[in-house]
């Protein structure tokens, strides 16, 4: 979550995990101010946001949410407002004060969580000590490179110093991830070079407006390093051009996407050939790891791009652009100037009028780090069995729902739909937290380094991660840090173990409440729930067998078929204007639109199952049917107001679709929703029953 908010490289990774949001890049909001951003309506499903005025035929959205939409404000300090973002507020003020529980506390012993979250917290607030070290922290690194030669072996060490002290480099990265084809065990894979910004940010046009504001932060932050204002702006040059050169270079967000694409396994010999000018061996060696004989190369474009960059460009200009990446990966962890030009700029990024508080910064970044010792804090205190007992049953209703709706299938072949049951027979369902945690104990953090403990963590995790190369894949469950720890919002979908983790920390309101109407919880949290489990059958998940390997298990028949019906989906996602002018990407969003219309089709089913063993629930409440709450319920769940900064941000690298599109769009093809609502041909709402799909 913390990368949200400090301008750090994000490392171009395999796409082996769906999530329900773009966890990493959503902005829980203001633990402080106003947590649903309205006077007075709550935060999960309430007949109170439905608009009466408006007629349900006609505009579902405003219907649904109408009252919310009018009354709510996205907080000065956030991107967005929405389910996510108010469910994240309430969760950053609980962490907040678990954090400064463990803070005051001070007797904790050392390696316990209480000691490492409370100590974290202690020398990230301790500014005056932050400030007095001023670059200190970077001192021993920025010799380093200042004294380093263009050879490949100072090249590759220079990459390594990036990797292990700054958590990416611009030039390689190397990331362990079960083996694709053989997921029963850890491959190295060697990633493109990292950038500060996202590919399209650095070509399209409409992004034109961020990189002048880069441009100028790159010359203000060299000022301040002690650079002439001259030397400054031709460093943000420079640096610029350098960058967009690599981002043109990478392969796209979509072909990332694409196992048949990154799958290229070589020996380590064959990847070092594309780019003789580093030397990968020492590259590895710098960050602790030893060269496999045989390494998956992501992009091997960019590989050989990399050569190309290495010869023509000067080594002054490589130098120049790795002195940018020490500094710039780590201004929020320095003191003033550095850290206030890094907010100042992720501020305008962001579109936000004011920055956010350093208290929330800090718990999301100790959310980020320490990411399971605060989750122990946090289910101790916040997470009841009973709820994980509840959505466990819930799962199992939805997994029964799923399976009886292939067998039903009518355009699945026999061949395929056998193997569709028994891939979804395997899916491991976990709700909550993990059976065992992952032991931070070693982990150093001291109550006075803030810098250290930032590096240390980094390390930390790193190296547990790539120990595991060549050895076999252990099943860890919620410990992505940001997408599936237990404070995470969120829940996700892994294809190469097929399992599915539910956070604790997503079942709360919007997406559950305790003791609330089935309804309303069916159809959001058994809405996320369908999302996930119809993951490991979408276009990018049927693609790996019940065992989490990549192999085609489809007939071509029930490939064709399957196309057809989501290439309806393309078609209708790419219709809706986020922006004047700025159109959604239904090529880029399929799966999940797919996820989204699997999932309320499997939580309205449900449902039903629900009805009929609790009749009493089926009663009218204020008016509204079963069914009617339902389909509102998920509505006002995805209803959403963001910036334009932000809504630019999302169209360009969110592989989900924007919120607010994701409230009605699926709806439309549920036959359901239209007897719910009466919607008639001529209305707004209606979608021809031939034009509907049906995929689960
Ligand atoms: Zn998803």
């Known amino acids: 979550m913390s990368s949200s908010h400090a301008l750090r490289p994000r490392p171009l990774g395999l796409v082996v995990m769906a999530a329900l949001a773009t966890a990493g890049l959503s902005a829980p909001a203001h633990a402080t101010t106003n947590t649903t951003g309205t006077p007075e309506l709550p935060v999960g499903f309430s007949t109170a946001k439905i608009d009466r005025s408006v007629d349900p035929r006609q505009d579902f959205y405003r219907f649904a949410a109408g009252k919310w939409l009018d009354q709510a404000e996205i907080p000065a300090s956030d991107a967005d407002l929405g389910g996510f973002s108010m469910l994240g507020h309430r969760l950053d003020a609980r962490l907040l004060a678990l954090i400064q529980q463990a803070a005051a506390g001070g007797e904790a012993a ?91 940010e650095y070509a399209l046009p409409e992004h034109q407006g961020l990189r002048d504001r880069y441009r100028a932060y790159i010359g203000a932050m060299f000022r301040a390093v002690g650079d002439t204002p001259e030397a400054a702006a031709a460093h943000a040059d420079r640096i610029l051009a350098i960058e967009s050169r690599n981002a043109a270079a990478i392969m796209s967000l979509m072909d990332m996407r694409d196992p048949a694409k990154t799958y290229n396994v070589m020996t380590f010999d064959e990847a070092q050939a594309f780019v003789p000018a580093l030397d990968l061996r020492v590259f590895l060696s710098t960050v602790g790891i030893e060269a496999p004989e045989r390494v998956q190369v992501l992009d091997v474009n960019a590989l050989k791009d990399l050569q190309g960059l290495l010869t023509d460009v000067p080594a002054d200009d490589i130098k120049l652009l790795l002195r940018w990446f020490i500094v710039a990966s780590r201004a929020s962890e320095l003191g003033q100037p550095y850290r206030g030009l890094e907010s100042e700029f992720s501020r305008e990024r962001r579109g936000l009028a004011t920055a956010p508080e350093a208290e929330r910064i800090v718990t999301q970044q100790i959310a980020m780090q320490l990411y399971h010792p605060l989750s122990q804090l946090y289910v101790e205190a ?14 199992g209703h939805i997994k029964e729902e799923f399976a009886s709706r292939l067998r039903a299938n009518a355009w699945l072949d026999d061949d395929t739909r056998t193997a569709a049951l028994e891939k979804l027979a395997k899916i491991d369902i976990q709700v909550g937290y993990p059976a065992t945690w992952v032991d931070f104990t070693p982990l150093d953090i001291r109550p006075d380094d803030h810098f250290g403990n930032v590096q240390r963590a980094t390390r930390f995790a790193y190296l547990r991660e790539m120990s595991r190369v060549g050895q076999s894949v252990l099943s860890d469950r919620f410990a992505v840090a940001g997408k599936t720890t237990p404070i995470a919002v969120n829940s996700a979908y892994n294809f190469t173990t097929n399992t599915i983790d539910i956070t604790a920390a997503i079942l709360e309101a919007p997406f559950f409440t305790v003791g609330g109407d089935p309804a309303a919880n069916y159809c959001s949290i058994g809405g996320v729930i369908g999302h996930e489990i119809t993951h490991g059958f979408d276009s990018l998940g049927r693609q790996y067998d019940a065992k989490g390997n990549l192999r085609n298990w489809w007939t071509a028949q029930a490939d064709a078929q399957f196309k057809q019906r989501t290439d309806v989906l393309v078609d209708q ?16 969003t399929v799966t999940e639109n797919t996820a989204d219309l699997g999932g309320i089709t499997l939580a309205h089913a449900a449902l039903q199952r629900h009805l009929a063993r609790h009749p009493e629930a089926k009663a009218a409440v204020e008016g509204l049917s079963a069914d009617q709450r339902c389909f509102v319920a998920w509505t006002q769940t995805w209803a959403y107001k963001g910036r334009p900064e932000r809504l630019r941000y999302l169209v360009s690298v969110d592989v989900h679709a924007i919120a607010s599109v994701r409230a009605v769009a699926p709806l439309l093809h549920l036959d359901a929703f239209h007897a719910a609502f009466g919607t008639r041909p001529g209305d707004a709402m209606w979608r021809a029953p031939e034009k509907r799909v049906v995929i689960w």
């Open 110 to 200: 050392k390696g316990t969580a209480r000691q490492q979250v409370g100590d974290y917290f202690r020398a990230a607030m301790d500014d005056a000590r932050r400030d007095a070290l001023g670059l200190e922290p970077l001192k021993a690194d920025l010799a380093a490179l200042a004294e380093a030669k263009a050879t490949p072996a100072d090249l590759g060490r220079l990459a390594g110093l990036l990797v292990d002290g700054y958590s990416s480099s611009p030039l390689v990265n190397a990331i362990a991830m079960p083996d694709a084809k053989d997921s029963s065990t850890y491959r190295l894979v060697l990633l493109p070079g990292s950038q500060l910004l996202e590919q399209d």
């Open 382 to 395: 916040h997470f009841p069995e009973s709820t994980r007992r509840e959505i466990t049953e819930m799962v």
């Open 573 to 588: 996602y790419s219709h809706y204007e986020i922006l004047p002018g700025l159109m959604h990407n239904g090529a880029m």
